[in-house]
């Protein structure tokens, strides 16, 4: 088995980083095609409230796909030789996405109840401190500082990581439409309110205005990934 590893683990990786980004586009377009009848006021809150559950069970497999991309990268990185951050840097990045999975999963397992506030804070703060760090990153390896490699035929990966960051910020704006769907059903629980569906309709029409810039991003990203231009 770890001789099959050793021979392959390229391949494997590239193999998995495909399917963590087609769960991720296609759960996030899975999500947006939701939100319609989520906001849909004609239907029934019952009706609305099973919409909104499903959107959540298509929204975990998104987030599954973008958590794990950071590791799959930055271990094809290592192996691509345009980053330097193998051997213990590898195993703790390992075990970060791990512990990081868990706080996701949890926070899924529990959404509704009092902890999930908890649970989703811990997993918005992870955002908070990965998107600077892979913005800055990307652009000072483009200025020859690292950690990144960005020399002639290995500026793609830099880039890839910069708009890999750049699609985490619309992702939490994403997260903000969807953290307000639990705060407004809650309201709507108890009866009809033409302010709450206001609200309603303005969050999700910037939510779905983003999600297209979200879509251009995800795929500049694979392009960076797959043609390695630069």
């Known amino acids: 088995m770890m001789e099959f590893w050793i021979q392959h683990e390229l391949a494997i990786l590239r193999w998995l980083h495909i399917l963590a ?15 319609y009848k989520v906001v849909n006021p004609r239907l029934s809150f019952e009706e609305r409230m099973r919409h909104m559950d499903t959107a959540y069970r298509i929204d975990i497999l998104a987030r ?10 930055l271990h094809m990185g290592y192996l691509w030789n345009v980053h330097p951050l193998g051997g213990g840097w590898l195993v703790a990045m390992w075990i970060v996405w791990a512990a ?5 999963y949890a926070a899924f ?7 999930w506030k908890t649970l989703n804070f811990i997993e ?8 600077p760090t892979l913005i800055i990153t990307a652009i000072t390896s483009f200025m020859g500082m690292g ?17 890999y960051g750049l699609a985490l910020i619309i992702g939490v704006i994403l997260r903000w439409v969807m953290h307000e769907w639990q705060d407004k ?12 569906e206001a609200r309603l309709n303005r969050s999700i029409a910037i939510g779905r205005g983003v999600a297209y810039v979200y879509w251009i991003l995800i795929a500049l990203t694979c392009f960076f990934a797959s043609v390695k231009p630069f």
Do not use: H
């Not at 918005?124 to 998107?131: A, S």
């Open 124 to 131: 918005d703060c992870t955002r908070y401190l990965l998107i």
């Open 109 to 115: 397992m529990t959404r509704g109840k009092p902890v």
């Open 100 to 104: 990081w999975m868990g706080v996701t």
């Open 21 to 35: 980004m087609v769960y991720w586009l296609g759960g996030e377009w899975g999500v947006f095609q939701t939100s």
């Open 64 to 73: 599954t796909g973008i958590i794990t991309l950071l590791p799959l990268g």
């Open 185 to 196: 059903f809650r309201i709507l629980a108890a009866g009809p309110d033409a302010a709450v």
């Open 147 to 163: 950690p990144f490699s960005a020399g002639e035929g290995e500026g793609w990966y830099a880039a890839k990581v910069l708009t």
